[in-house]
Nanobody
Framework: QVYLVESGGGVVQAGGSLRLTCAAP???????????MAWYRQTPGNQRELVASTSPGGNTLYADSVRGRFTISRDNSNKRVRLQMNSLNGDDTAVYYCAADRGGNRNWGQGPQVTISE
């Protein structure tokens, strides 16, 4: 199991920015660098959807709804992944979950709330 600790979240005005951080303090560098890290989000009544991911090689993937506004980055030395969210709108309001993937096995962070005020 990969233990993930998320920080950030909160309330931000529409058009503003927010940065989420996910850390794996119990994971050593060599293991963390081999994980696919991702951010998902979920709203009531909806499925948890992929927002962005980054592979061990540094390749990134974004949902169409966030491409150009969100940026995922990883810092393997500090065992950390971040999601920079810009130009936020009401559709971005959700619980955001950090995820670590190991050959199809997925571990989750605690999922803090992000709320965009109109």
């Amino acid at each position: 199991q990969v233990y993930l600790v998320e920080s950030g979240g909160g309330v931000v005005q529409a058009g503003g920015s927010l940065r989420l951080t996910c850390a794996a303090p119990r994971t050593i560098f060599s293991v963390f660098s081999g994980l696919t890290m991702a951010w998902y989000r979920q709203t009531p009544g909806n499925q948890r959807e992929l927002v962005a991911s980054t592979s061990p090689g540094g390749n990134t993937l974004y949902a169409d709804s966030v491409r150009g506004r969100f940026t995922i980055s990883r810092d393997n030395s500090n065992k950390r992944v971040r999601l920079q969210m810009n130009s936020l709108n009401g559709d971005d309001t959700a619980v955001y979950y950090c995820a670590a993937d190991r050959g199809g096995n997925r571990n989750w962070g605690q999922g803090p709330q992000v709320t965009i005020s109109e």
